[in-house]
């Protein structure tokens, strides 16, 4: 039995796991999918200064009140700097870092830092007067490869806007701990590829894993049998 910690990217929810965490519970492992501060069913409870560092937080509140050790901590998207940020903090409950399709920051970077900069700029040019990024939720879903309508559906009506301080804020300078880190690349996108970079963050860091998946960005709705059965692959 694995303990899985699934934290979504921007826009998302602990929703989006829904499919893949069934998968894992069947398995007989057990599994905790957070919602971050500001979006999904905890949107309400986010303000202009909601950032990357309370993101962190809420993660490490279910590590710490659960009391959760050995756990697969893994990031989608912009997650990937929220499990980075948890690690830099409690390595000692982690095994293992998974990084779905996710953005990967150095000490120092933000997920902004790692965006083309016409990108960015589009981002910066959405954040409302309460320091959400407010995206066209079918213009996103084009470019998370999400084709079919029923999950479309599914998604459209949960996606909520995104602080924009979880992309903007910088991880601490603190150094990464030396853990073993599995990077799965989703490569059926039609938006520019940001994750590209896999093959240099697996060469940088300690005992890295590459896979690459047949999906498109938001895989775990998608291709929930495949994201789980990687996720359970020793």
């Known amino acids: 039995m694995t303990v899985f910690v699934l934290v979504h990217g921007g826009w998302h929810g602990g929703w989006c796991w829904r499919r893949v965490a069934t998968r894992l519970w069947a398995a007989g492992h057990e599994v905790h999918t957070p919602t971050l501060t500001g979006v999904g069913d905890r949107a309400h409870l986010g303000t202009p200064d909601t950032g990357l560092a309370t993101h962190v937080e809420d993660v ?24 980075s940020g948890v690690a830099q903090r409690a390595s000692d409950r982690i095994a293992q870092l998974t990084y779905l399709d996710a953005f990967v920051p150095a000490p120092g970077q933000s997920v902004f830092d790692l965006l083309p900069p016409a990108r960015r700029d589009h981002f910066r040019a959405l954040v409302d007067d309460r320091g959400r990024i407010v995206l066209d939720p079918d213009v996103a879903m084009d470019g998370w490869g999400l084709r079919a309508e029923d999950d479309r559906a599914f998604v459209r009506a949960r996606l909520r806007p995104h602080p924009v301080g979880g992309l ?12 073993p880190r599995h990077f799965v690349h989703c490569a059926e996108k039609p938006a520019p590829d940001v994750f590209a970079a896999f093959g240099d963050a697996v060469g940088s860091g300690p005992r890295g894993r590459l896979d690459v998946l047949d999906a498109g960005h938001d895989a775990m709705i998608t291709a929930p049998d495949e994201v789980a059965a990687l996720l359970t692959r020793e």
């Open 60 to 83: 490490l509140a279910v590590l710490e009140i659960d009391d959760l050790r050995e756990v697969v901590l893994v990031g989608h998207s912009s997650g990937g700097a929220v499990i």
């Open 168 to 179: 903007a804020d910088p991880l601490p300078e603190a150094p990464l701990p030396d853990l």
